[in-house]
């Protein structure tokens, strides 16, 4: 192929492989985008020509192999970002063998390239006097207000993915007599979780607040006027409303909270309240269940207090329910298992 080639096959990748034939989402297309970028900047460099300029000659293992240390050691990358810039080089030379012959080699060796090992990272939740504390914390007044209260009460009581709580439309929630909503989670795949009534009765104050009841294709949770929440908003929220919250940074676990703690904290208080770890699978939307087992290994607490461990918080509003709702109706676990 001419040097002219590796434009049109990068963009057949992205259009033709990503998103038409597997249809990935715009956040994982992102991922890819960012790691592709990184390596072809790092080849451009290494070659000393523009990235325009570079053919799939250019594309070797050995520089591969100089890019994934170049991620490690100069851009201080942790394993896991390496190895995840790992699989995405991975895909990405497969598809160049199968649309160029003259690649099958390359493709091979660096398909043997294996991910490093990497110890599983700690898994941080809140405990339930911590949640307690958060919510009794939250402002009543101002202008999000509600909108906060909505958004943690949201985290919390569905374990959702924060691009997960990004993405939720009108259209995507039930508010009636049995508030549930429906989660678009990873692989393009769906979920349906219930809702408690408090935080139903939250998510309707902000709708009728910003006048979208009736508008199904509108986003739930907004920064300002017409202007969405992002993932990356979402993850400024909780970081405002949680520092006192956090531990001593130089202390022995020591943690930052993010969105994803309260996912962490939704499976931990889903177990300790007797939920079956296939249910909470279906919860939480794992492919795997050896994910969902990591919080079972974790809780080495006594069970005590079970039914109250995963109730709304008290304290943040009144009318709170005190027992979970997927505990009130005996079938509904049955109902979860089916999901």
């Not at 970028?37 to 192999?65: C, N």
């Not at 339930?128 to 958004?151: C, M, S, V, W, Y």
């Not at 979208?212 to 509108?218: A, C, G, L, N, V």
């Not at 080495?300 to 709702?325: D, I, N, Q, Y």
């Amino acid at each position: 192929m001419s040097a002219a080639s590796l434009g049109p096959i990068l963009y057949a990748f992205f259009v033709d492989h990503l998103v038409a034939m597997k249809g990935l989402r715009p956040s994982s297309i992102k991922s890819y985008r960012d790691a592709i970028r990184l390596f072809l900047g790092f080849v451009a460099a290494d070659s000393r020509r523009k990235v325009s300029r570079l053919a799939l000659a250019d594309l070797t293992f050995e520089r591969v192999l100089s890019f994934l240390q170049h991620l490690e050691i100069e851009r201080g990358n942790h394993i896991r970002t390496r190895n995840q810039r790992l699989a995405v080089i991975h895909e990405f030379f497969d598809y160049l063998a199968a649309k160029d012959p003259e690649m099958l080699r390359v493709s091979e060796r660096v398909a043997a390239i294996p991910a490093k090992r990497v110890a599983p990272p700690e898994t941080h939740f809140l405990e339930r006097d911590e949640i307690e504390t958060l919510f009794a914390g939250l402002p009543q007044k101002g202008r999000n207000a509600h909108r906060d209260r909505a958004l943690l009460l949201f985290l919390y009581n569905t374990g959702a993915r924060v691009q997960e709580a990004a993405d939720i439309r009108v259209q995507n929630l039930d508010l009636g007599s049995a508030p549930r909503v429906r989660l678009h989670g990873k692989g393009d795949k769906w979920r349906t979780c219930p809702l408690w009534e408090e935080t139903a009765h939250q998510i309707r104050l902000i709708l009728q607040q910003q006048g979208i009841q009736d508008q199904p294709e509108s986003p739930v949770f907004f920064s300002r006027p017409g202007q969405p929440l992002t993932r990356f908003g979402i993850y400024k929220l909780v970081r405002r409303h949680t520092r006192g919250l956090e531990r001593n940074p130089q202390a022995p676990g020591s943690r930052r909270i993010s969105p994803h703690i309260f996912r962490h904290t939704t499976a931990v208080h889903l177990l300790e309240a007797g939920v079956e770890v296939n249910v909470i699978r279906g919860w939480l939307g794992h492919v795997s269940l050896d994910t969902t087992n990591r919080y079972a290994e974790i809780n080495m607490r006594a069970k005590e207090a079970a039914l109250s461990a995963c109730t709304p918080p008290t304290e943040a509003s009144k009318g709170f329910p005190r027992r979970p709702v997927w505990r009130n109706d005996e079938v509904l676990l049955s109902w979860l298992d089916s999901l």
